[in-house]
């Protein structure tokens, strides 16, 4: 039976780390990727099926549970950049999503994407429930 590869979104506003997320993502996993600039979550996430969105943990706590909501609603699993050592609240929709340091790390982003895909693989739903 053919299992396609996952789809792969990633939103950043900075497209160099980008990139390096796609070419380490194309290195370590048979997947397809696309890059888009975080404004564009929304629609993005709205218009095609996504199985993992890659992107920045915001500063505001509120933003990043309101993003998490969008992308599990869509049936993808949220892996966050954390950028700024600000660690979610435990027990809310980000705290539960895969997170990794940014600049990316190879073996750090690889584990994080196979870590949300075994989530979505677990239930076919992602991880929405707690806020």
Do not use: W
Request: charge should be negative; include cysteine.
């Amino acid at each position: 039976m053919y299992t396609p590869p996952p789809r792969v979104l990633v939103a950043e506003n900075q497209y160099l780390i980008a990139m390096e997320v796609e070419r380490i993502l194309h290195d370590n996993l048979a997947c397809k990727v696309r890059i888009i600039p975080i404004s564009g979550l929304a629609e993005e996430i709205n218009a095609d099926a996504y199985d993992v969105v890659i992107l920045d943990a915001a500063l505001a706590a509120p933003l990043n549970v309101e993003r998490a909501t969008l992308i599990l609603a869509a049936g993808a699993v949220p892996v966050f950049f954390r950028s700024y050592d600000h660690f979610p609240d435990a027990g809310t929709t980000v705290s539960s999503c895969p997170m990794i340091s940014k600049p990316p790390q190879p073996d750090e982003l690889t584990a994080a994407v196979l870590d949300a895909m075994s989530r979505k693989s677990s239930d076919g739903k992602g991880l929405l429930g707690d806020r």
